[in-house]
């Protein structure tokens, strides 16, 4: 009776010390991932504070501009709004961001302008059109973009299809109701854009240098026998 009294009060001692072994390191995991938590918070919010104030009804929507570049054939810059996210993360540890504008940035223009008006909407999809007729002068001839609303899961909602010139100015609105842009492109003198919109296939076409709709016209998808 002794010696199996004592070998339980040894085997609970062991039990005991695993037991604080295990709490000390989910104490230490659960601290790490705090301090990486807090350091990768204060490394967006140093970020935020160094980068290009940007106006809007709401200061809190953490919006970020992005870096500009020029578009191809032109001496028209642009850059996206960005507005990082906090609910979603990628498996690397990084945060995943939103479009939620584009600004255009002209040579002699004193001023830049949005695309959109507000910062209520993510830019989902963006397709450059470019004119490839001389292989050495590549020279975008216009940008399609799909806006959806900023509330609802890009994946589960419509928006509306814009197309727009290189510097911004002339912007037309495709189609509302479109839930994906198949292909845009430019050939034999018309620019081209096949989307899905209440679940039917749709030919849209345009004049490249005015972007004024030309046609469109609904794709009849053939029985399967």
Do not use: C
């Amino acid at each position: 009776m002794g010696k199996s009294h004592k070998f339980f009060r040894y085997l609970w001692r062991v039990n005991a010390v695993l037991i604080l072994v295990a709490a000390g390191a989910v104490t230490f995991g659960i601290g790490a991932l705090l301090v990486q938590e807090f350091g990768t918070r204060a490394a967006r919010s140093r970020e935020a504070d160094a980068g290009i104030p940007v106006a809007g009804p709401n200061v809190n929507s953490n919006l970020l501009l992005g870096r500009a570049s020029v578009v191809e054939g032109t001496e028209v810059m642009r850059a996206s709004l960005q507005r990082n996210s906090d609910q979603t993360k990628f498996s690397s540890g990084g945060y995943s961001s939103e479009t939620r504008n584009i600004l255009f940035i002209e040579p002699g223009e004193k001023a830049a302008r949005w695309l959109l008006p507000d910062n209520d909407h993510v830019i989902v999809e963006t397709s450059d059109i470019t004119d490839e007729k001389d292989a050495n002068a590549k020279r975008v001839a216009a940008t399609a973009v799909l806006v959806k609303s900023a509330t609802e899961p890009p994946e589960s909602v419509v928006g509306k299809l814009l197309l727009f010139d290189p510097p911004g100015k002339r912007i037309v609105e495709v189609a509302t109701n479109v839930r994906q842009i198949h292909v845009a492109s430019i050939s034999g003198g018309e620019l081209r854009i096949l989307y899905e919109r209440d679940r039917r296939l749709v030919l849209a076409v345009f004049d490249p240098r005015s972007i004024a709709k030309l046609r469109e016209q609904e794709i009849q998808l053939p029985q399967l026998k």
